[in-house]
């Protein structure tokens, strides 16, 4: 009942409209009556066979497979026949339909349909078939599997399940006739079946194999869930007689101990787990018999397989509600006990059925026991038994909703596979011993071997000497071969002398001929010797030359060989050489790139240097009236020189000669410069450069005004912003460039640096402004710009009314300058009322220190119907 065995909605659904037979009444609560069935929702194959029903059972390996139920019906006892004769009997079967129908009186049916219905001629080996056949069969193949029988007392569960059949086999239950199957399928020489029994009484496990073993506890595998009772008695069962007395003597010890607890046994669960495990090694060793060996190694070395499959067989207490009183002499709170572990599995299967996120498994001893079955991997096979007693309806009706929501309980089946390592270990221990002992068989009949051939070698050489000596004796040559090996002997002597004589003689005469001569040789003696002498003559010729020409040969070699290692040496220097010409060439490479930084820094340094000598000159060539400033500072105080002076051609010429040296997109490209001391000197020369009116437009038009704010955007340097502040008011006194500079963003860049507050920064923004202003006014006068300001459209307003009083009087003159300008054109005049501007204005017009400012602010107001009209209203005197 593991939850997370559980199967999902999704699947549930699915099986509903494919496999599941239940579509009638599948709720607790019937909905519709008999009379009124729904044809289209019932099962179609109303002829399905017995076969078919088995076939449903066999759901693949790790597919999901619904808790099957079978209902059995018993037929009338003798108690009934008497009592229950006038009576119609609560239900009525239909099992071709797979139907039953529950009476609620003589009109009036519940109709269910279950996997199954079996009637009450349903023989034993049916039922068998029908419920547990196929669950045995998974068993078999290595599958968990649990048959239960559910039911009121006295409705045939024991029957069912239990029952020995010893005087007539027809009867025999489901716990035997498995077993018979079981027993059928496997190899007692690779397989092994064991069971235990076991009574579950008041959450209590007893062994009914062994009565002293009274509390076996339960041990639930912590990664797998797998549950087990290690305290059990495990018997091994061979045979199906050994079988029927274990469950006699189960039987005999349960009658015992519920006497000793005073109880019936319809108030205990029993349990019979059988255990089958399985070797199927062998199965896929497909290797065909090409290398003997090999497969044999392989197949040594790879471990079986074994399947564990394990059948648990449950025939549950009585379902009947026993009375909460205590009536057959129990206390509540045992009656509760007793009750317990099937009131637990109810709600397992409700929670089951109904999909609920927590199934209360370990609520009892029996739905631990029973955490697989139900929601687990086995396949769980359920038959409900229930009689046809009208009396007992309600028992018989709460037993069929337990059947009916225990089909909607889905397992998922898992293969119970594993490597038998011990096994393989015991395999590999046995096989290397048989190895040893062959080893040392073969060992000994070797050197049997060996001894035997050495034996007959001695025999048949001392054989063969004998024979010889014997023959030498009594053969009627012996004295021929007596003379013939001594004729050899003396042969063999002689020439050994005549060696001897030819080696003195060559060495007293060197090349002489030598006569070799012998009394007792015979002609033919002395003509062979003398060609061996001549031979050998000829040998020692040519030996000389010989060892000449290889001496020669073994020089060449050497020479070679000397060549070769020459080679490899220049070869290996050359290597050496190349890498470090590759070395200088990637230092060199870097230095070059070093050094191409280090130019573009000078020539930024350079162009400075050189505009700054030339200011210089300049300078004292004028007599030096200015003080000469030097460095980079002072630069804002040139550029104002430049703009407001004719500087003459001195000035002029050295900054054509910058553009000349460098180029201005050069000169541009270094305001983007990574070092922040070159973008400064970079964003000098260019406001330099700005200041000149025939550089203004190349700038512009070059990307120079871009460049600028960019720089502006990126720098929060002062100087940057104080020199670039200069360079946009340069470019604004330029009339072609008003629309472009406003068009970039000018205006609102200016406005932008007044935030950083230097004074510096902020007379080169008014000076700005008072030039674009100036610019503009000349536009609209002469009739090439209409409308308001631009200054006004990009809000530079407020600022200026803000500072036209402003008490560094660099900022104040221009933007006094700026209003007059601005105030000249009536189109800007309602928006400078509104803004506070012609307070400004008749301020200056009153207070301002330079006359000509003065006089321009006054003749400005004076000439604006606007304005005079505000003055008016405001009862300003003017
Ligand atoms: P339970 O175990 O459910 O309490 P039992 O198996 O002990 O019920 O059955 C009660 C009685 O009914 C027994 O005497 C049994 O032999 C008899 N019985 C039950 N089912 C059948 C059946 N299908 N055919 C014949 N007798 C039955
Ligand atoms: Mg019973």
Not at 396 to 417: D, P, W, Y
Not at 619 to 630: A, E, F, T, Y
Not at 668 to 683: P, Y
Request: hydrophobic share 35%; aromatic share 4%.
């Amino acid at each position: 009942m593991a939850n997370n065995h559980r199967n999902g909605t999704t699947h549930r659904s699915s099986l509903n409209k494919t496999d599941r037979p239940l579509s009638v009444n599948s709720n607790t609560k019937p909905t519709s009556k008999s009379k009124s069935l729904p044809v289209s929702g019932l099962r179609k194959s109303t002829t399905a066979s017995l076969a078919a029903a088995s076939a449903a059972f066999k759901d693949d390996a790790g597919v999901p497979g619904r808790v099957r139920v079978a209902v059995r019906l018993r037929c009338h006892n003798a108690e009934e026949m008497v009592a229950d004769a006038d009576f119609a009997d609560c239900v009525e079967l239909q099992p071709e339909l797979k139907r039953l129908k529950l009476r609620k009186n003589n009109w009036d049916a519940e109709t269910y349909e279950f996997d199954e219905v079996l009637t009450e001629f349903a023989s034993q080996k049916r039922v068998y078939e029908v419920v547990a056949k196929p669950v045995v069969e998974s068993v078999l193949e290595g599958y968990n599997g649990t048959v239960m029988a559910y039911g009121q007392t006295g409705t045939g569960k024991t029957y069912t399940l239990g029952r020995l059949g010893e005087e007539d086999p027809a009867t025999r239950g489901i716990m035997v006739r498995a077993m018979e199957h079981i027993l059928a399928d496997v190899s007692l020489e690779t397989d092994s079946v064991t069971v235990c029994y076991l009574q579950l009484y008041m959450e209590t496990i007893q062994d009914l194999l062994d009565p002293t073993n009274a509390n076996i506890s339960i041990v639930e595998d912590p990664k797998t869930g797998d549950v087990s009772l290690p305290g059990a008695t495990l018997v091994e069962i061979r045979d199906r007689q050994s079988f029927v007395e274990l469950l006699k003597l189960g039987e005999a010890h349960r009658f015992a101990a519920n006497t000793k607890l005073n109880t019936e046994s319809s108030r205990s669960h029993a349990i019979l787990m059988v255990h089958v495990k399985r070797s199927i090694e062998g199965r896929d060793m497909t290797h065909s018999g090409e290398n003997g060996n090999n497969n044999h190694i392989i197949k040594a070395l790879k471990p079986p397989i074994v399947r564990k499959g394990k059948l648990v067989v449950v025939d549950l207490a009585g379902s009947e509600r026993i009375d909460k009183s205590g009536s057959e002499g129990h206390t509540l709170e045992e009656a509760k006990s007793i009750n317990l572990s099937l009131s637990a599995l109810g709600k397992c299967i409700n929670a089951l059925a109904e999909g609920s996120a927590h199934v209360p498994v370990r609520d009892s001893k029996l739905t631990r026991l029973l955490r697989d079955s139900f929601g687990g991997t086995a396949r769980t096979s359920l038959v409900i038994t229930i009689g046809p007693s009208p009396r007992h309806r309600g028992e018989t009706a709460s037993t069929i909703m337990f059947g009916q929501r225990a089909m909607k309980v889905e397992n998922m089946l898992k293969l119970k596979e594993e490597f038998d390592y011990k096994s393989l270990s015991r395999r590999l221990d046995i096989q290397l011993d048989k190895l040893i002992a062959e080893q040392e068989r073969q060992q000994k009949a070797f050197e049997d071997e060996i001894e035997r051939i050495t034996l007959v070698a001695e025999s048949r050489i001392s054989e063969a000497e004998r024979n010889y000596a014997d023959s030498l004796e009594v053969n009627p040559f012996s004295t021929f071969q007596k003379e013939r090996l001594k004729y050899q002997k003396d042969y063999m002597e002689s020439i050994k002398k005549l060696e001897e004589k030819w080696v003195i003689n060559q060495q007293k005469q060197g090349s002489e001929t030598i006569i070799i001569g012998s009394k007792d040789g015979t002609s033919n003696e002395r003509g062979s010797m003398m060609s061996v002498v001549e031979e050998l003559a000829e040998v020692k010729k040519l030996l000389p030359k010989e060892t000449q020409s290889r001496k020669a040969a073994e020089e060449e070699v050497n020479n070679l060989k000397s060549q070769v290692a020459q080679w490899k040496r220049s070869e290996a220097l050359g290597n050496t050489e190349t890498l470090k010409l590759r070395k200088m060439l990637e230092d060199e490479a870097h230095q070059k790139k070093k050094l191409e930084g280090e130019i573009a820094l000078l020539q930024s340094q350079l162009l400075h240097i050189s505009f700054e000598a030339d200011e210089t000159r300049k300078r004292l060539d004028k007599g030096g009236s200015d003080k000469v400033r030097g460095g980079f500072d002072s630069l804002m105080n040139q550029v104002r020189h430049a703009q407001l002076q004719d500087s003459g051609n001195g000035e002029k010429a050295s900054i054509a000669k910058l553009f000349e040296q460098v180029g201005l997109h050069k000169i541009l490209s270094l305001l983007e410069a990574e070092d922040a001391d070159v973008r400064i000197h970079a964003v000098k020369v260019v406001a330099n450069l700005a200041a000149e009116e025939s550089n203004q437009g190349k700038i512009v038009e070059a990307g120079g005004l871009s460049s600028l704010l960019m720089l502006l955007r990126s720098s929060e340097d002062e100087t940057i912003h104080r020199v670039a502040a200069g360079a946009i008011a340069n470019l604004a006194m330029n009339d072609k460039l008003q629309s472009k500079l406003r068009a970039e963003g000018g205006i609102k860049a200016l406005l932008g640096m007044v935030r950083c507050g230097h004074p510096d920064v902020l007379a080169q923004v008014a000076r700005g402004i008072a030039n674009f202003a100036k610019c503009e006014s000349r536009a609209s006068t002469q009739g090439t710009k209409s409308g308001r300001s631009l200054l006004i459209d990009d809000g530079a307003l407020p600022w200026i009314v803000q500072n036209a009083n402003n008490e560094a009087s660099p900022i104040r003159r221009h933007i006094e300058l700026a209003l007059c300008h601005l105030a000249q054109h009536e189109v800007n005049a309602k928006d400078m009322i509104s803004g506070g501007a012609l307070w400004e204005l008749v301020r200056i017009s009153r207070d301002c220190s330079r006359e000509d400012i003065r006089t321009l602010a006054h003749r400005t107001l004076s000439s604006s119907p606007a304005f005079e009209a505000e003055m008016k209203r405001l009862r300003i005197n003017y």
